[in-house]
């Protein structure tokens, strides 16, 4: 998980996660950041000029944000690759967590920029995923989807529907670098996003009878 608006309790909060306050929240609140971050944590330690490549900014664009980030405790420079001539940068966290109620009230604009970035960066890896789509081995190819589900719940069953994904993500495999390591042979990263979305202003459905819809691949609601 590269960033979360989930409320974990604390024995599910990962051990090299970073539960974010107010001036981490600031901090993130830059779509750079937030991408700089998320690609220190896929790809592991490098440098200011190759993150810029990566994300068409110039080289001191990414300095200046990886060094707001080093002040604010989501980077460090990685000293045993780093030399005089060239900073190296690693992660110092694997998941972000926006678990604070309270923090978005508190900090209303630096809680909507920071979800617009990662917004942002999800529907920005989704296009990655299908740009590559026709390429991938059919075997992946046959397991992509993009799917959704419109439902009409409460507040409480929402809460509990979100758990239920959490448990159900919880069986499987994280991307660490402990876990890669003894993975099956053919395992390759996946990238799980789910949007949980209240839509208050949509009309009550039909009253009239109707089969369950089931999203495969392209289907929206």
């Known amino acids: 998980m590269t960033d979360s608006s989930e409320r974990p309790d604390d024995s599910n909060t990962e051990a ?11 901090a993130l609140a830059h779509p ?24 068409g900014v110039n080289s001191g664009t990414a300095s200046y944000h990886l060094r707001q980030l080093g002040a604010a405790g989501f980077v460090q420079e990685d000293t045993e690759r ?3 001539r060239e900073r190296w940068w690693r992660s110092v966290h694997q998941s972000t967590w926006f678990s604070d109620p309270n923090l978005a009230d508190r900090e209303p604009e630096a809680a909507l920029t920071y979800l617009q970035s990662v917004a942002a960066t999800y529907t920005l890896r989704a296009q990655q995923t299908l740009n590559e789509l026709q390429t991938m081995p059919r075997a992946w190819r046959d397991n992509f989807d993009m799917s959704d589900w419109a439902l009409r719940l409460t507040p409480e069953e929402t809460t509990a529907l979100h758990q239920e994904f959490r448990d159900v993500i919880a069986r499987y495999r994280p991307d660490t670098p402990e876990a890669a390591a003894s993975a099956p ?25 109707s089969s369950p819809q089931k999203a495969t691949g392209t289907e929206t609601s």
């Open 185 to 209: 042979k053919g395992a390759e990263r996946v990238g799980v996003i789910t949007h949980v979305l209240p839509e208050l202003d949509a009309p009550a459905a039909s009253a009239a009878p």
């Open 16 to 26: 090299d996660a970073v539960v974010l306050d107010a001036k981490g929240l600031r």
């Open 32 to 55: 750079v950041r937030v991408q700089l971050v998320g690609l220190l944590r896929k790809y592991g330690p490098s440098t200011a000029t190759r993150l810029a490549e990566r994300l």
């Open 82 to 84: 780093g030399n005089a």
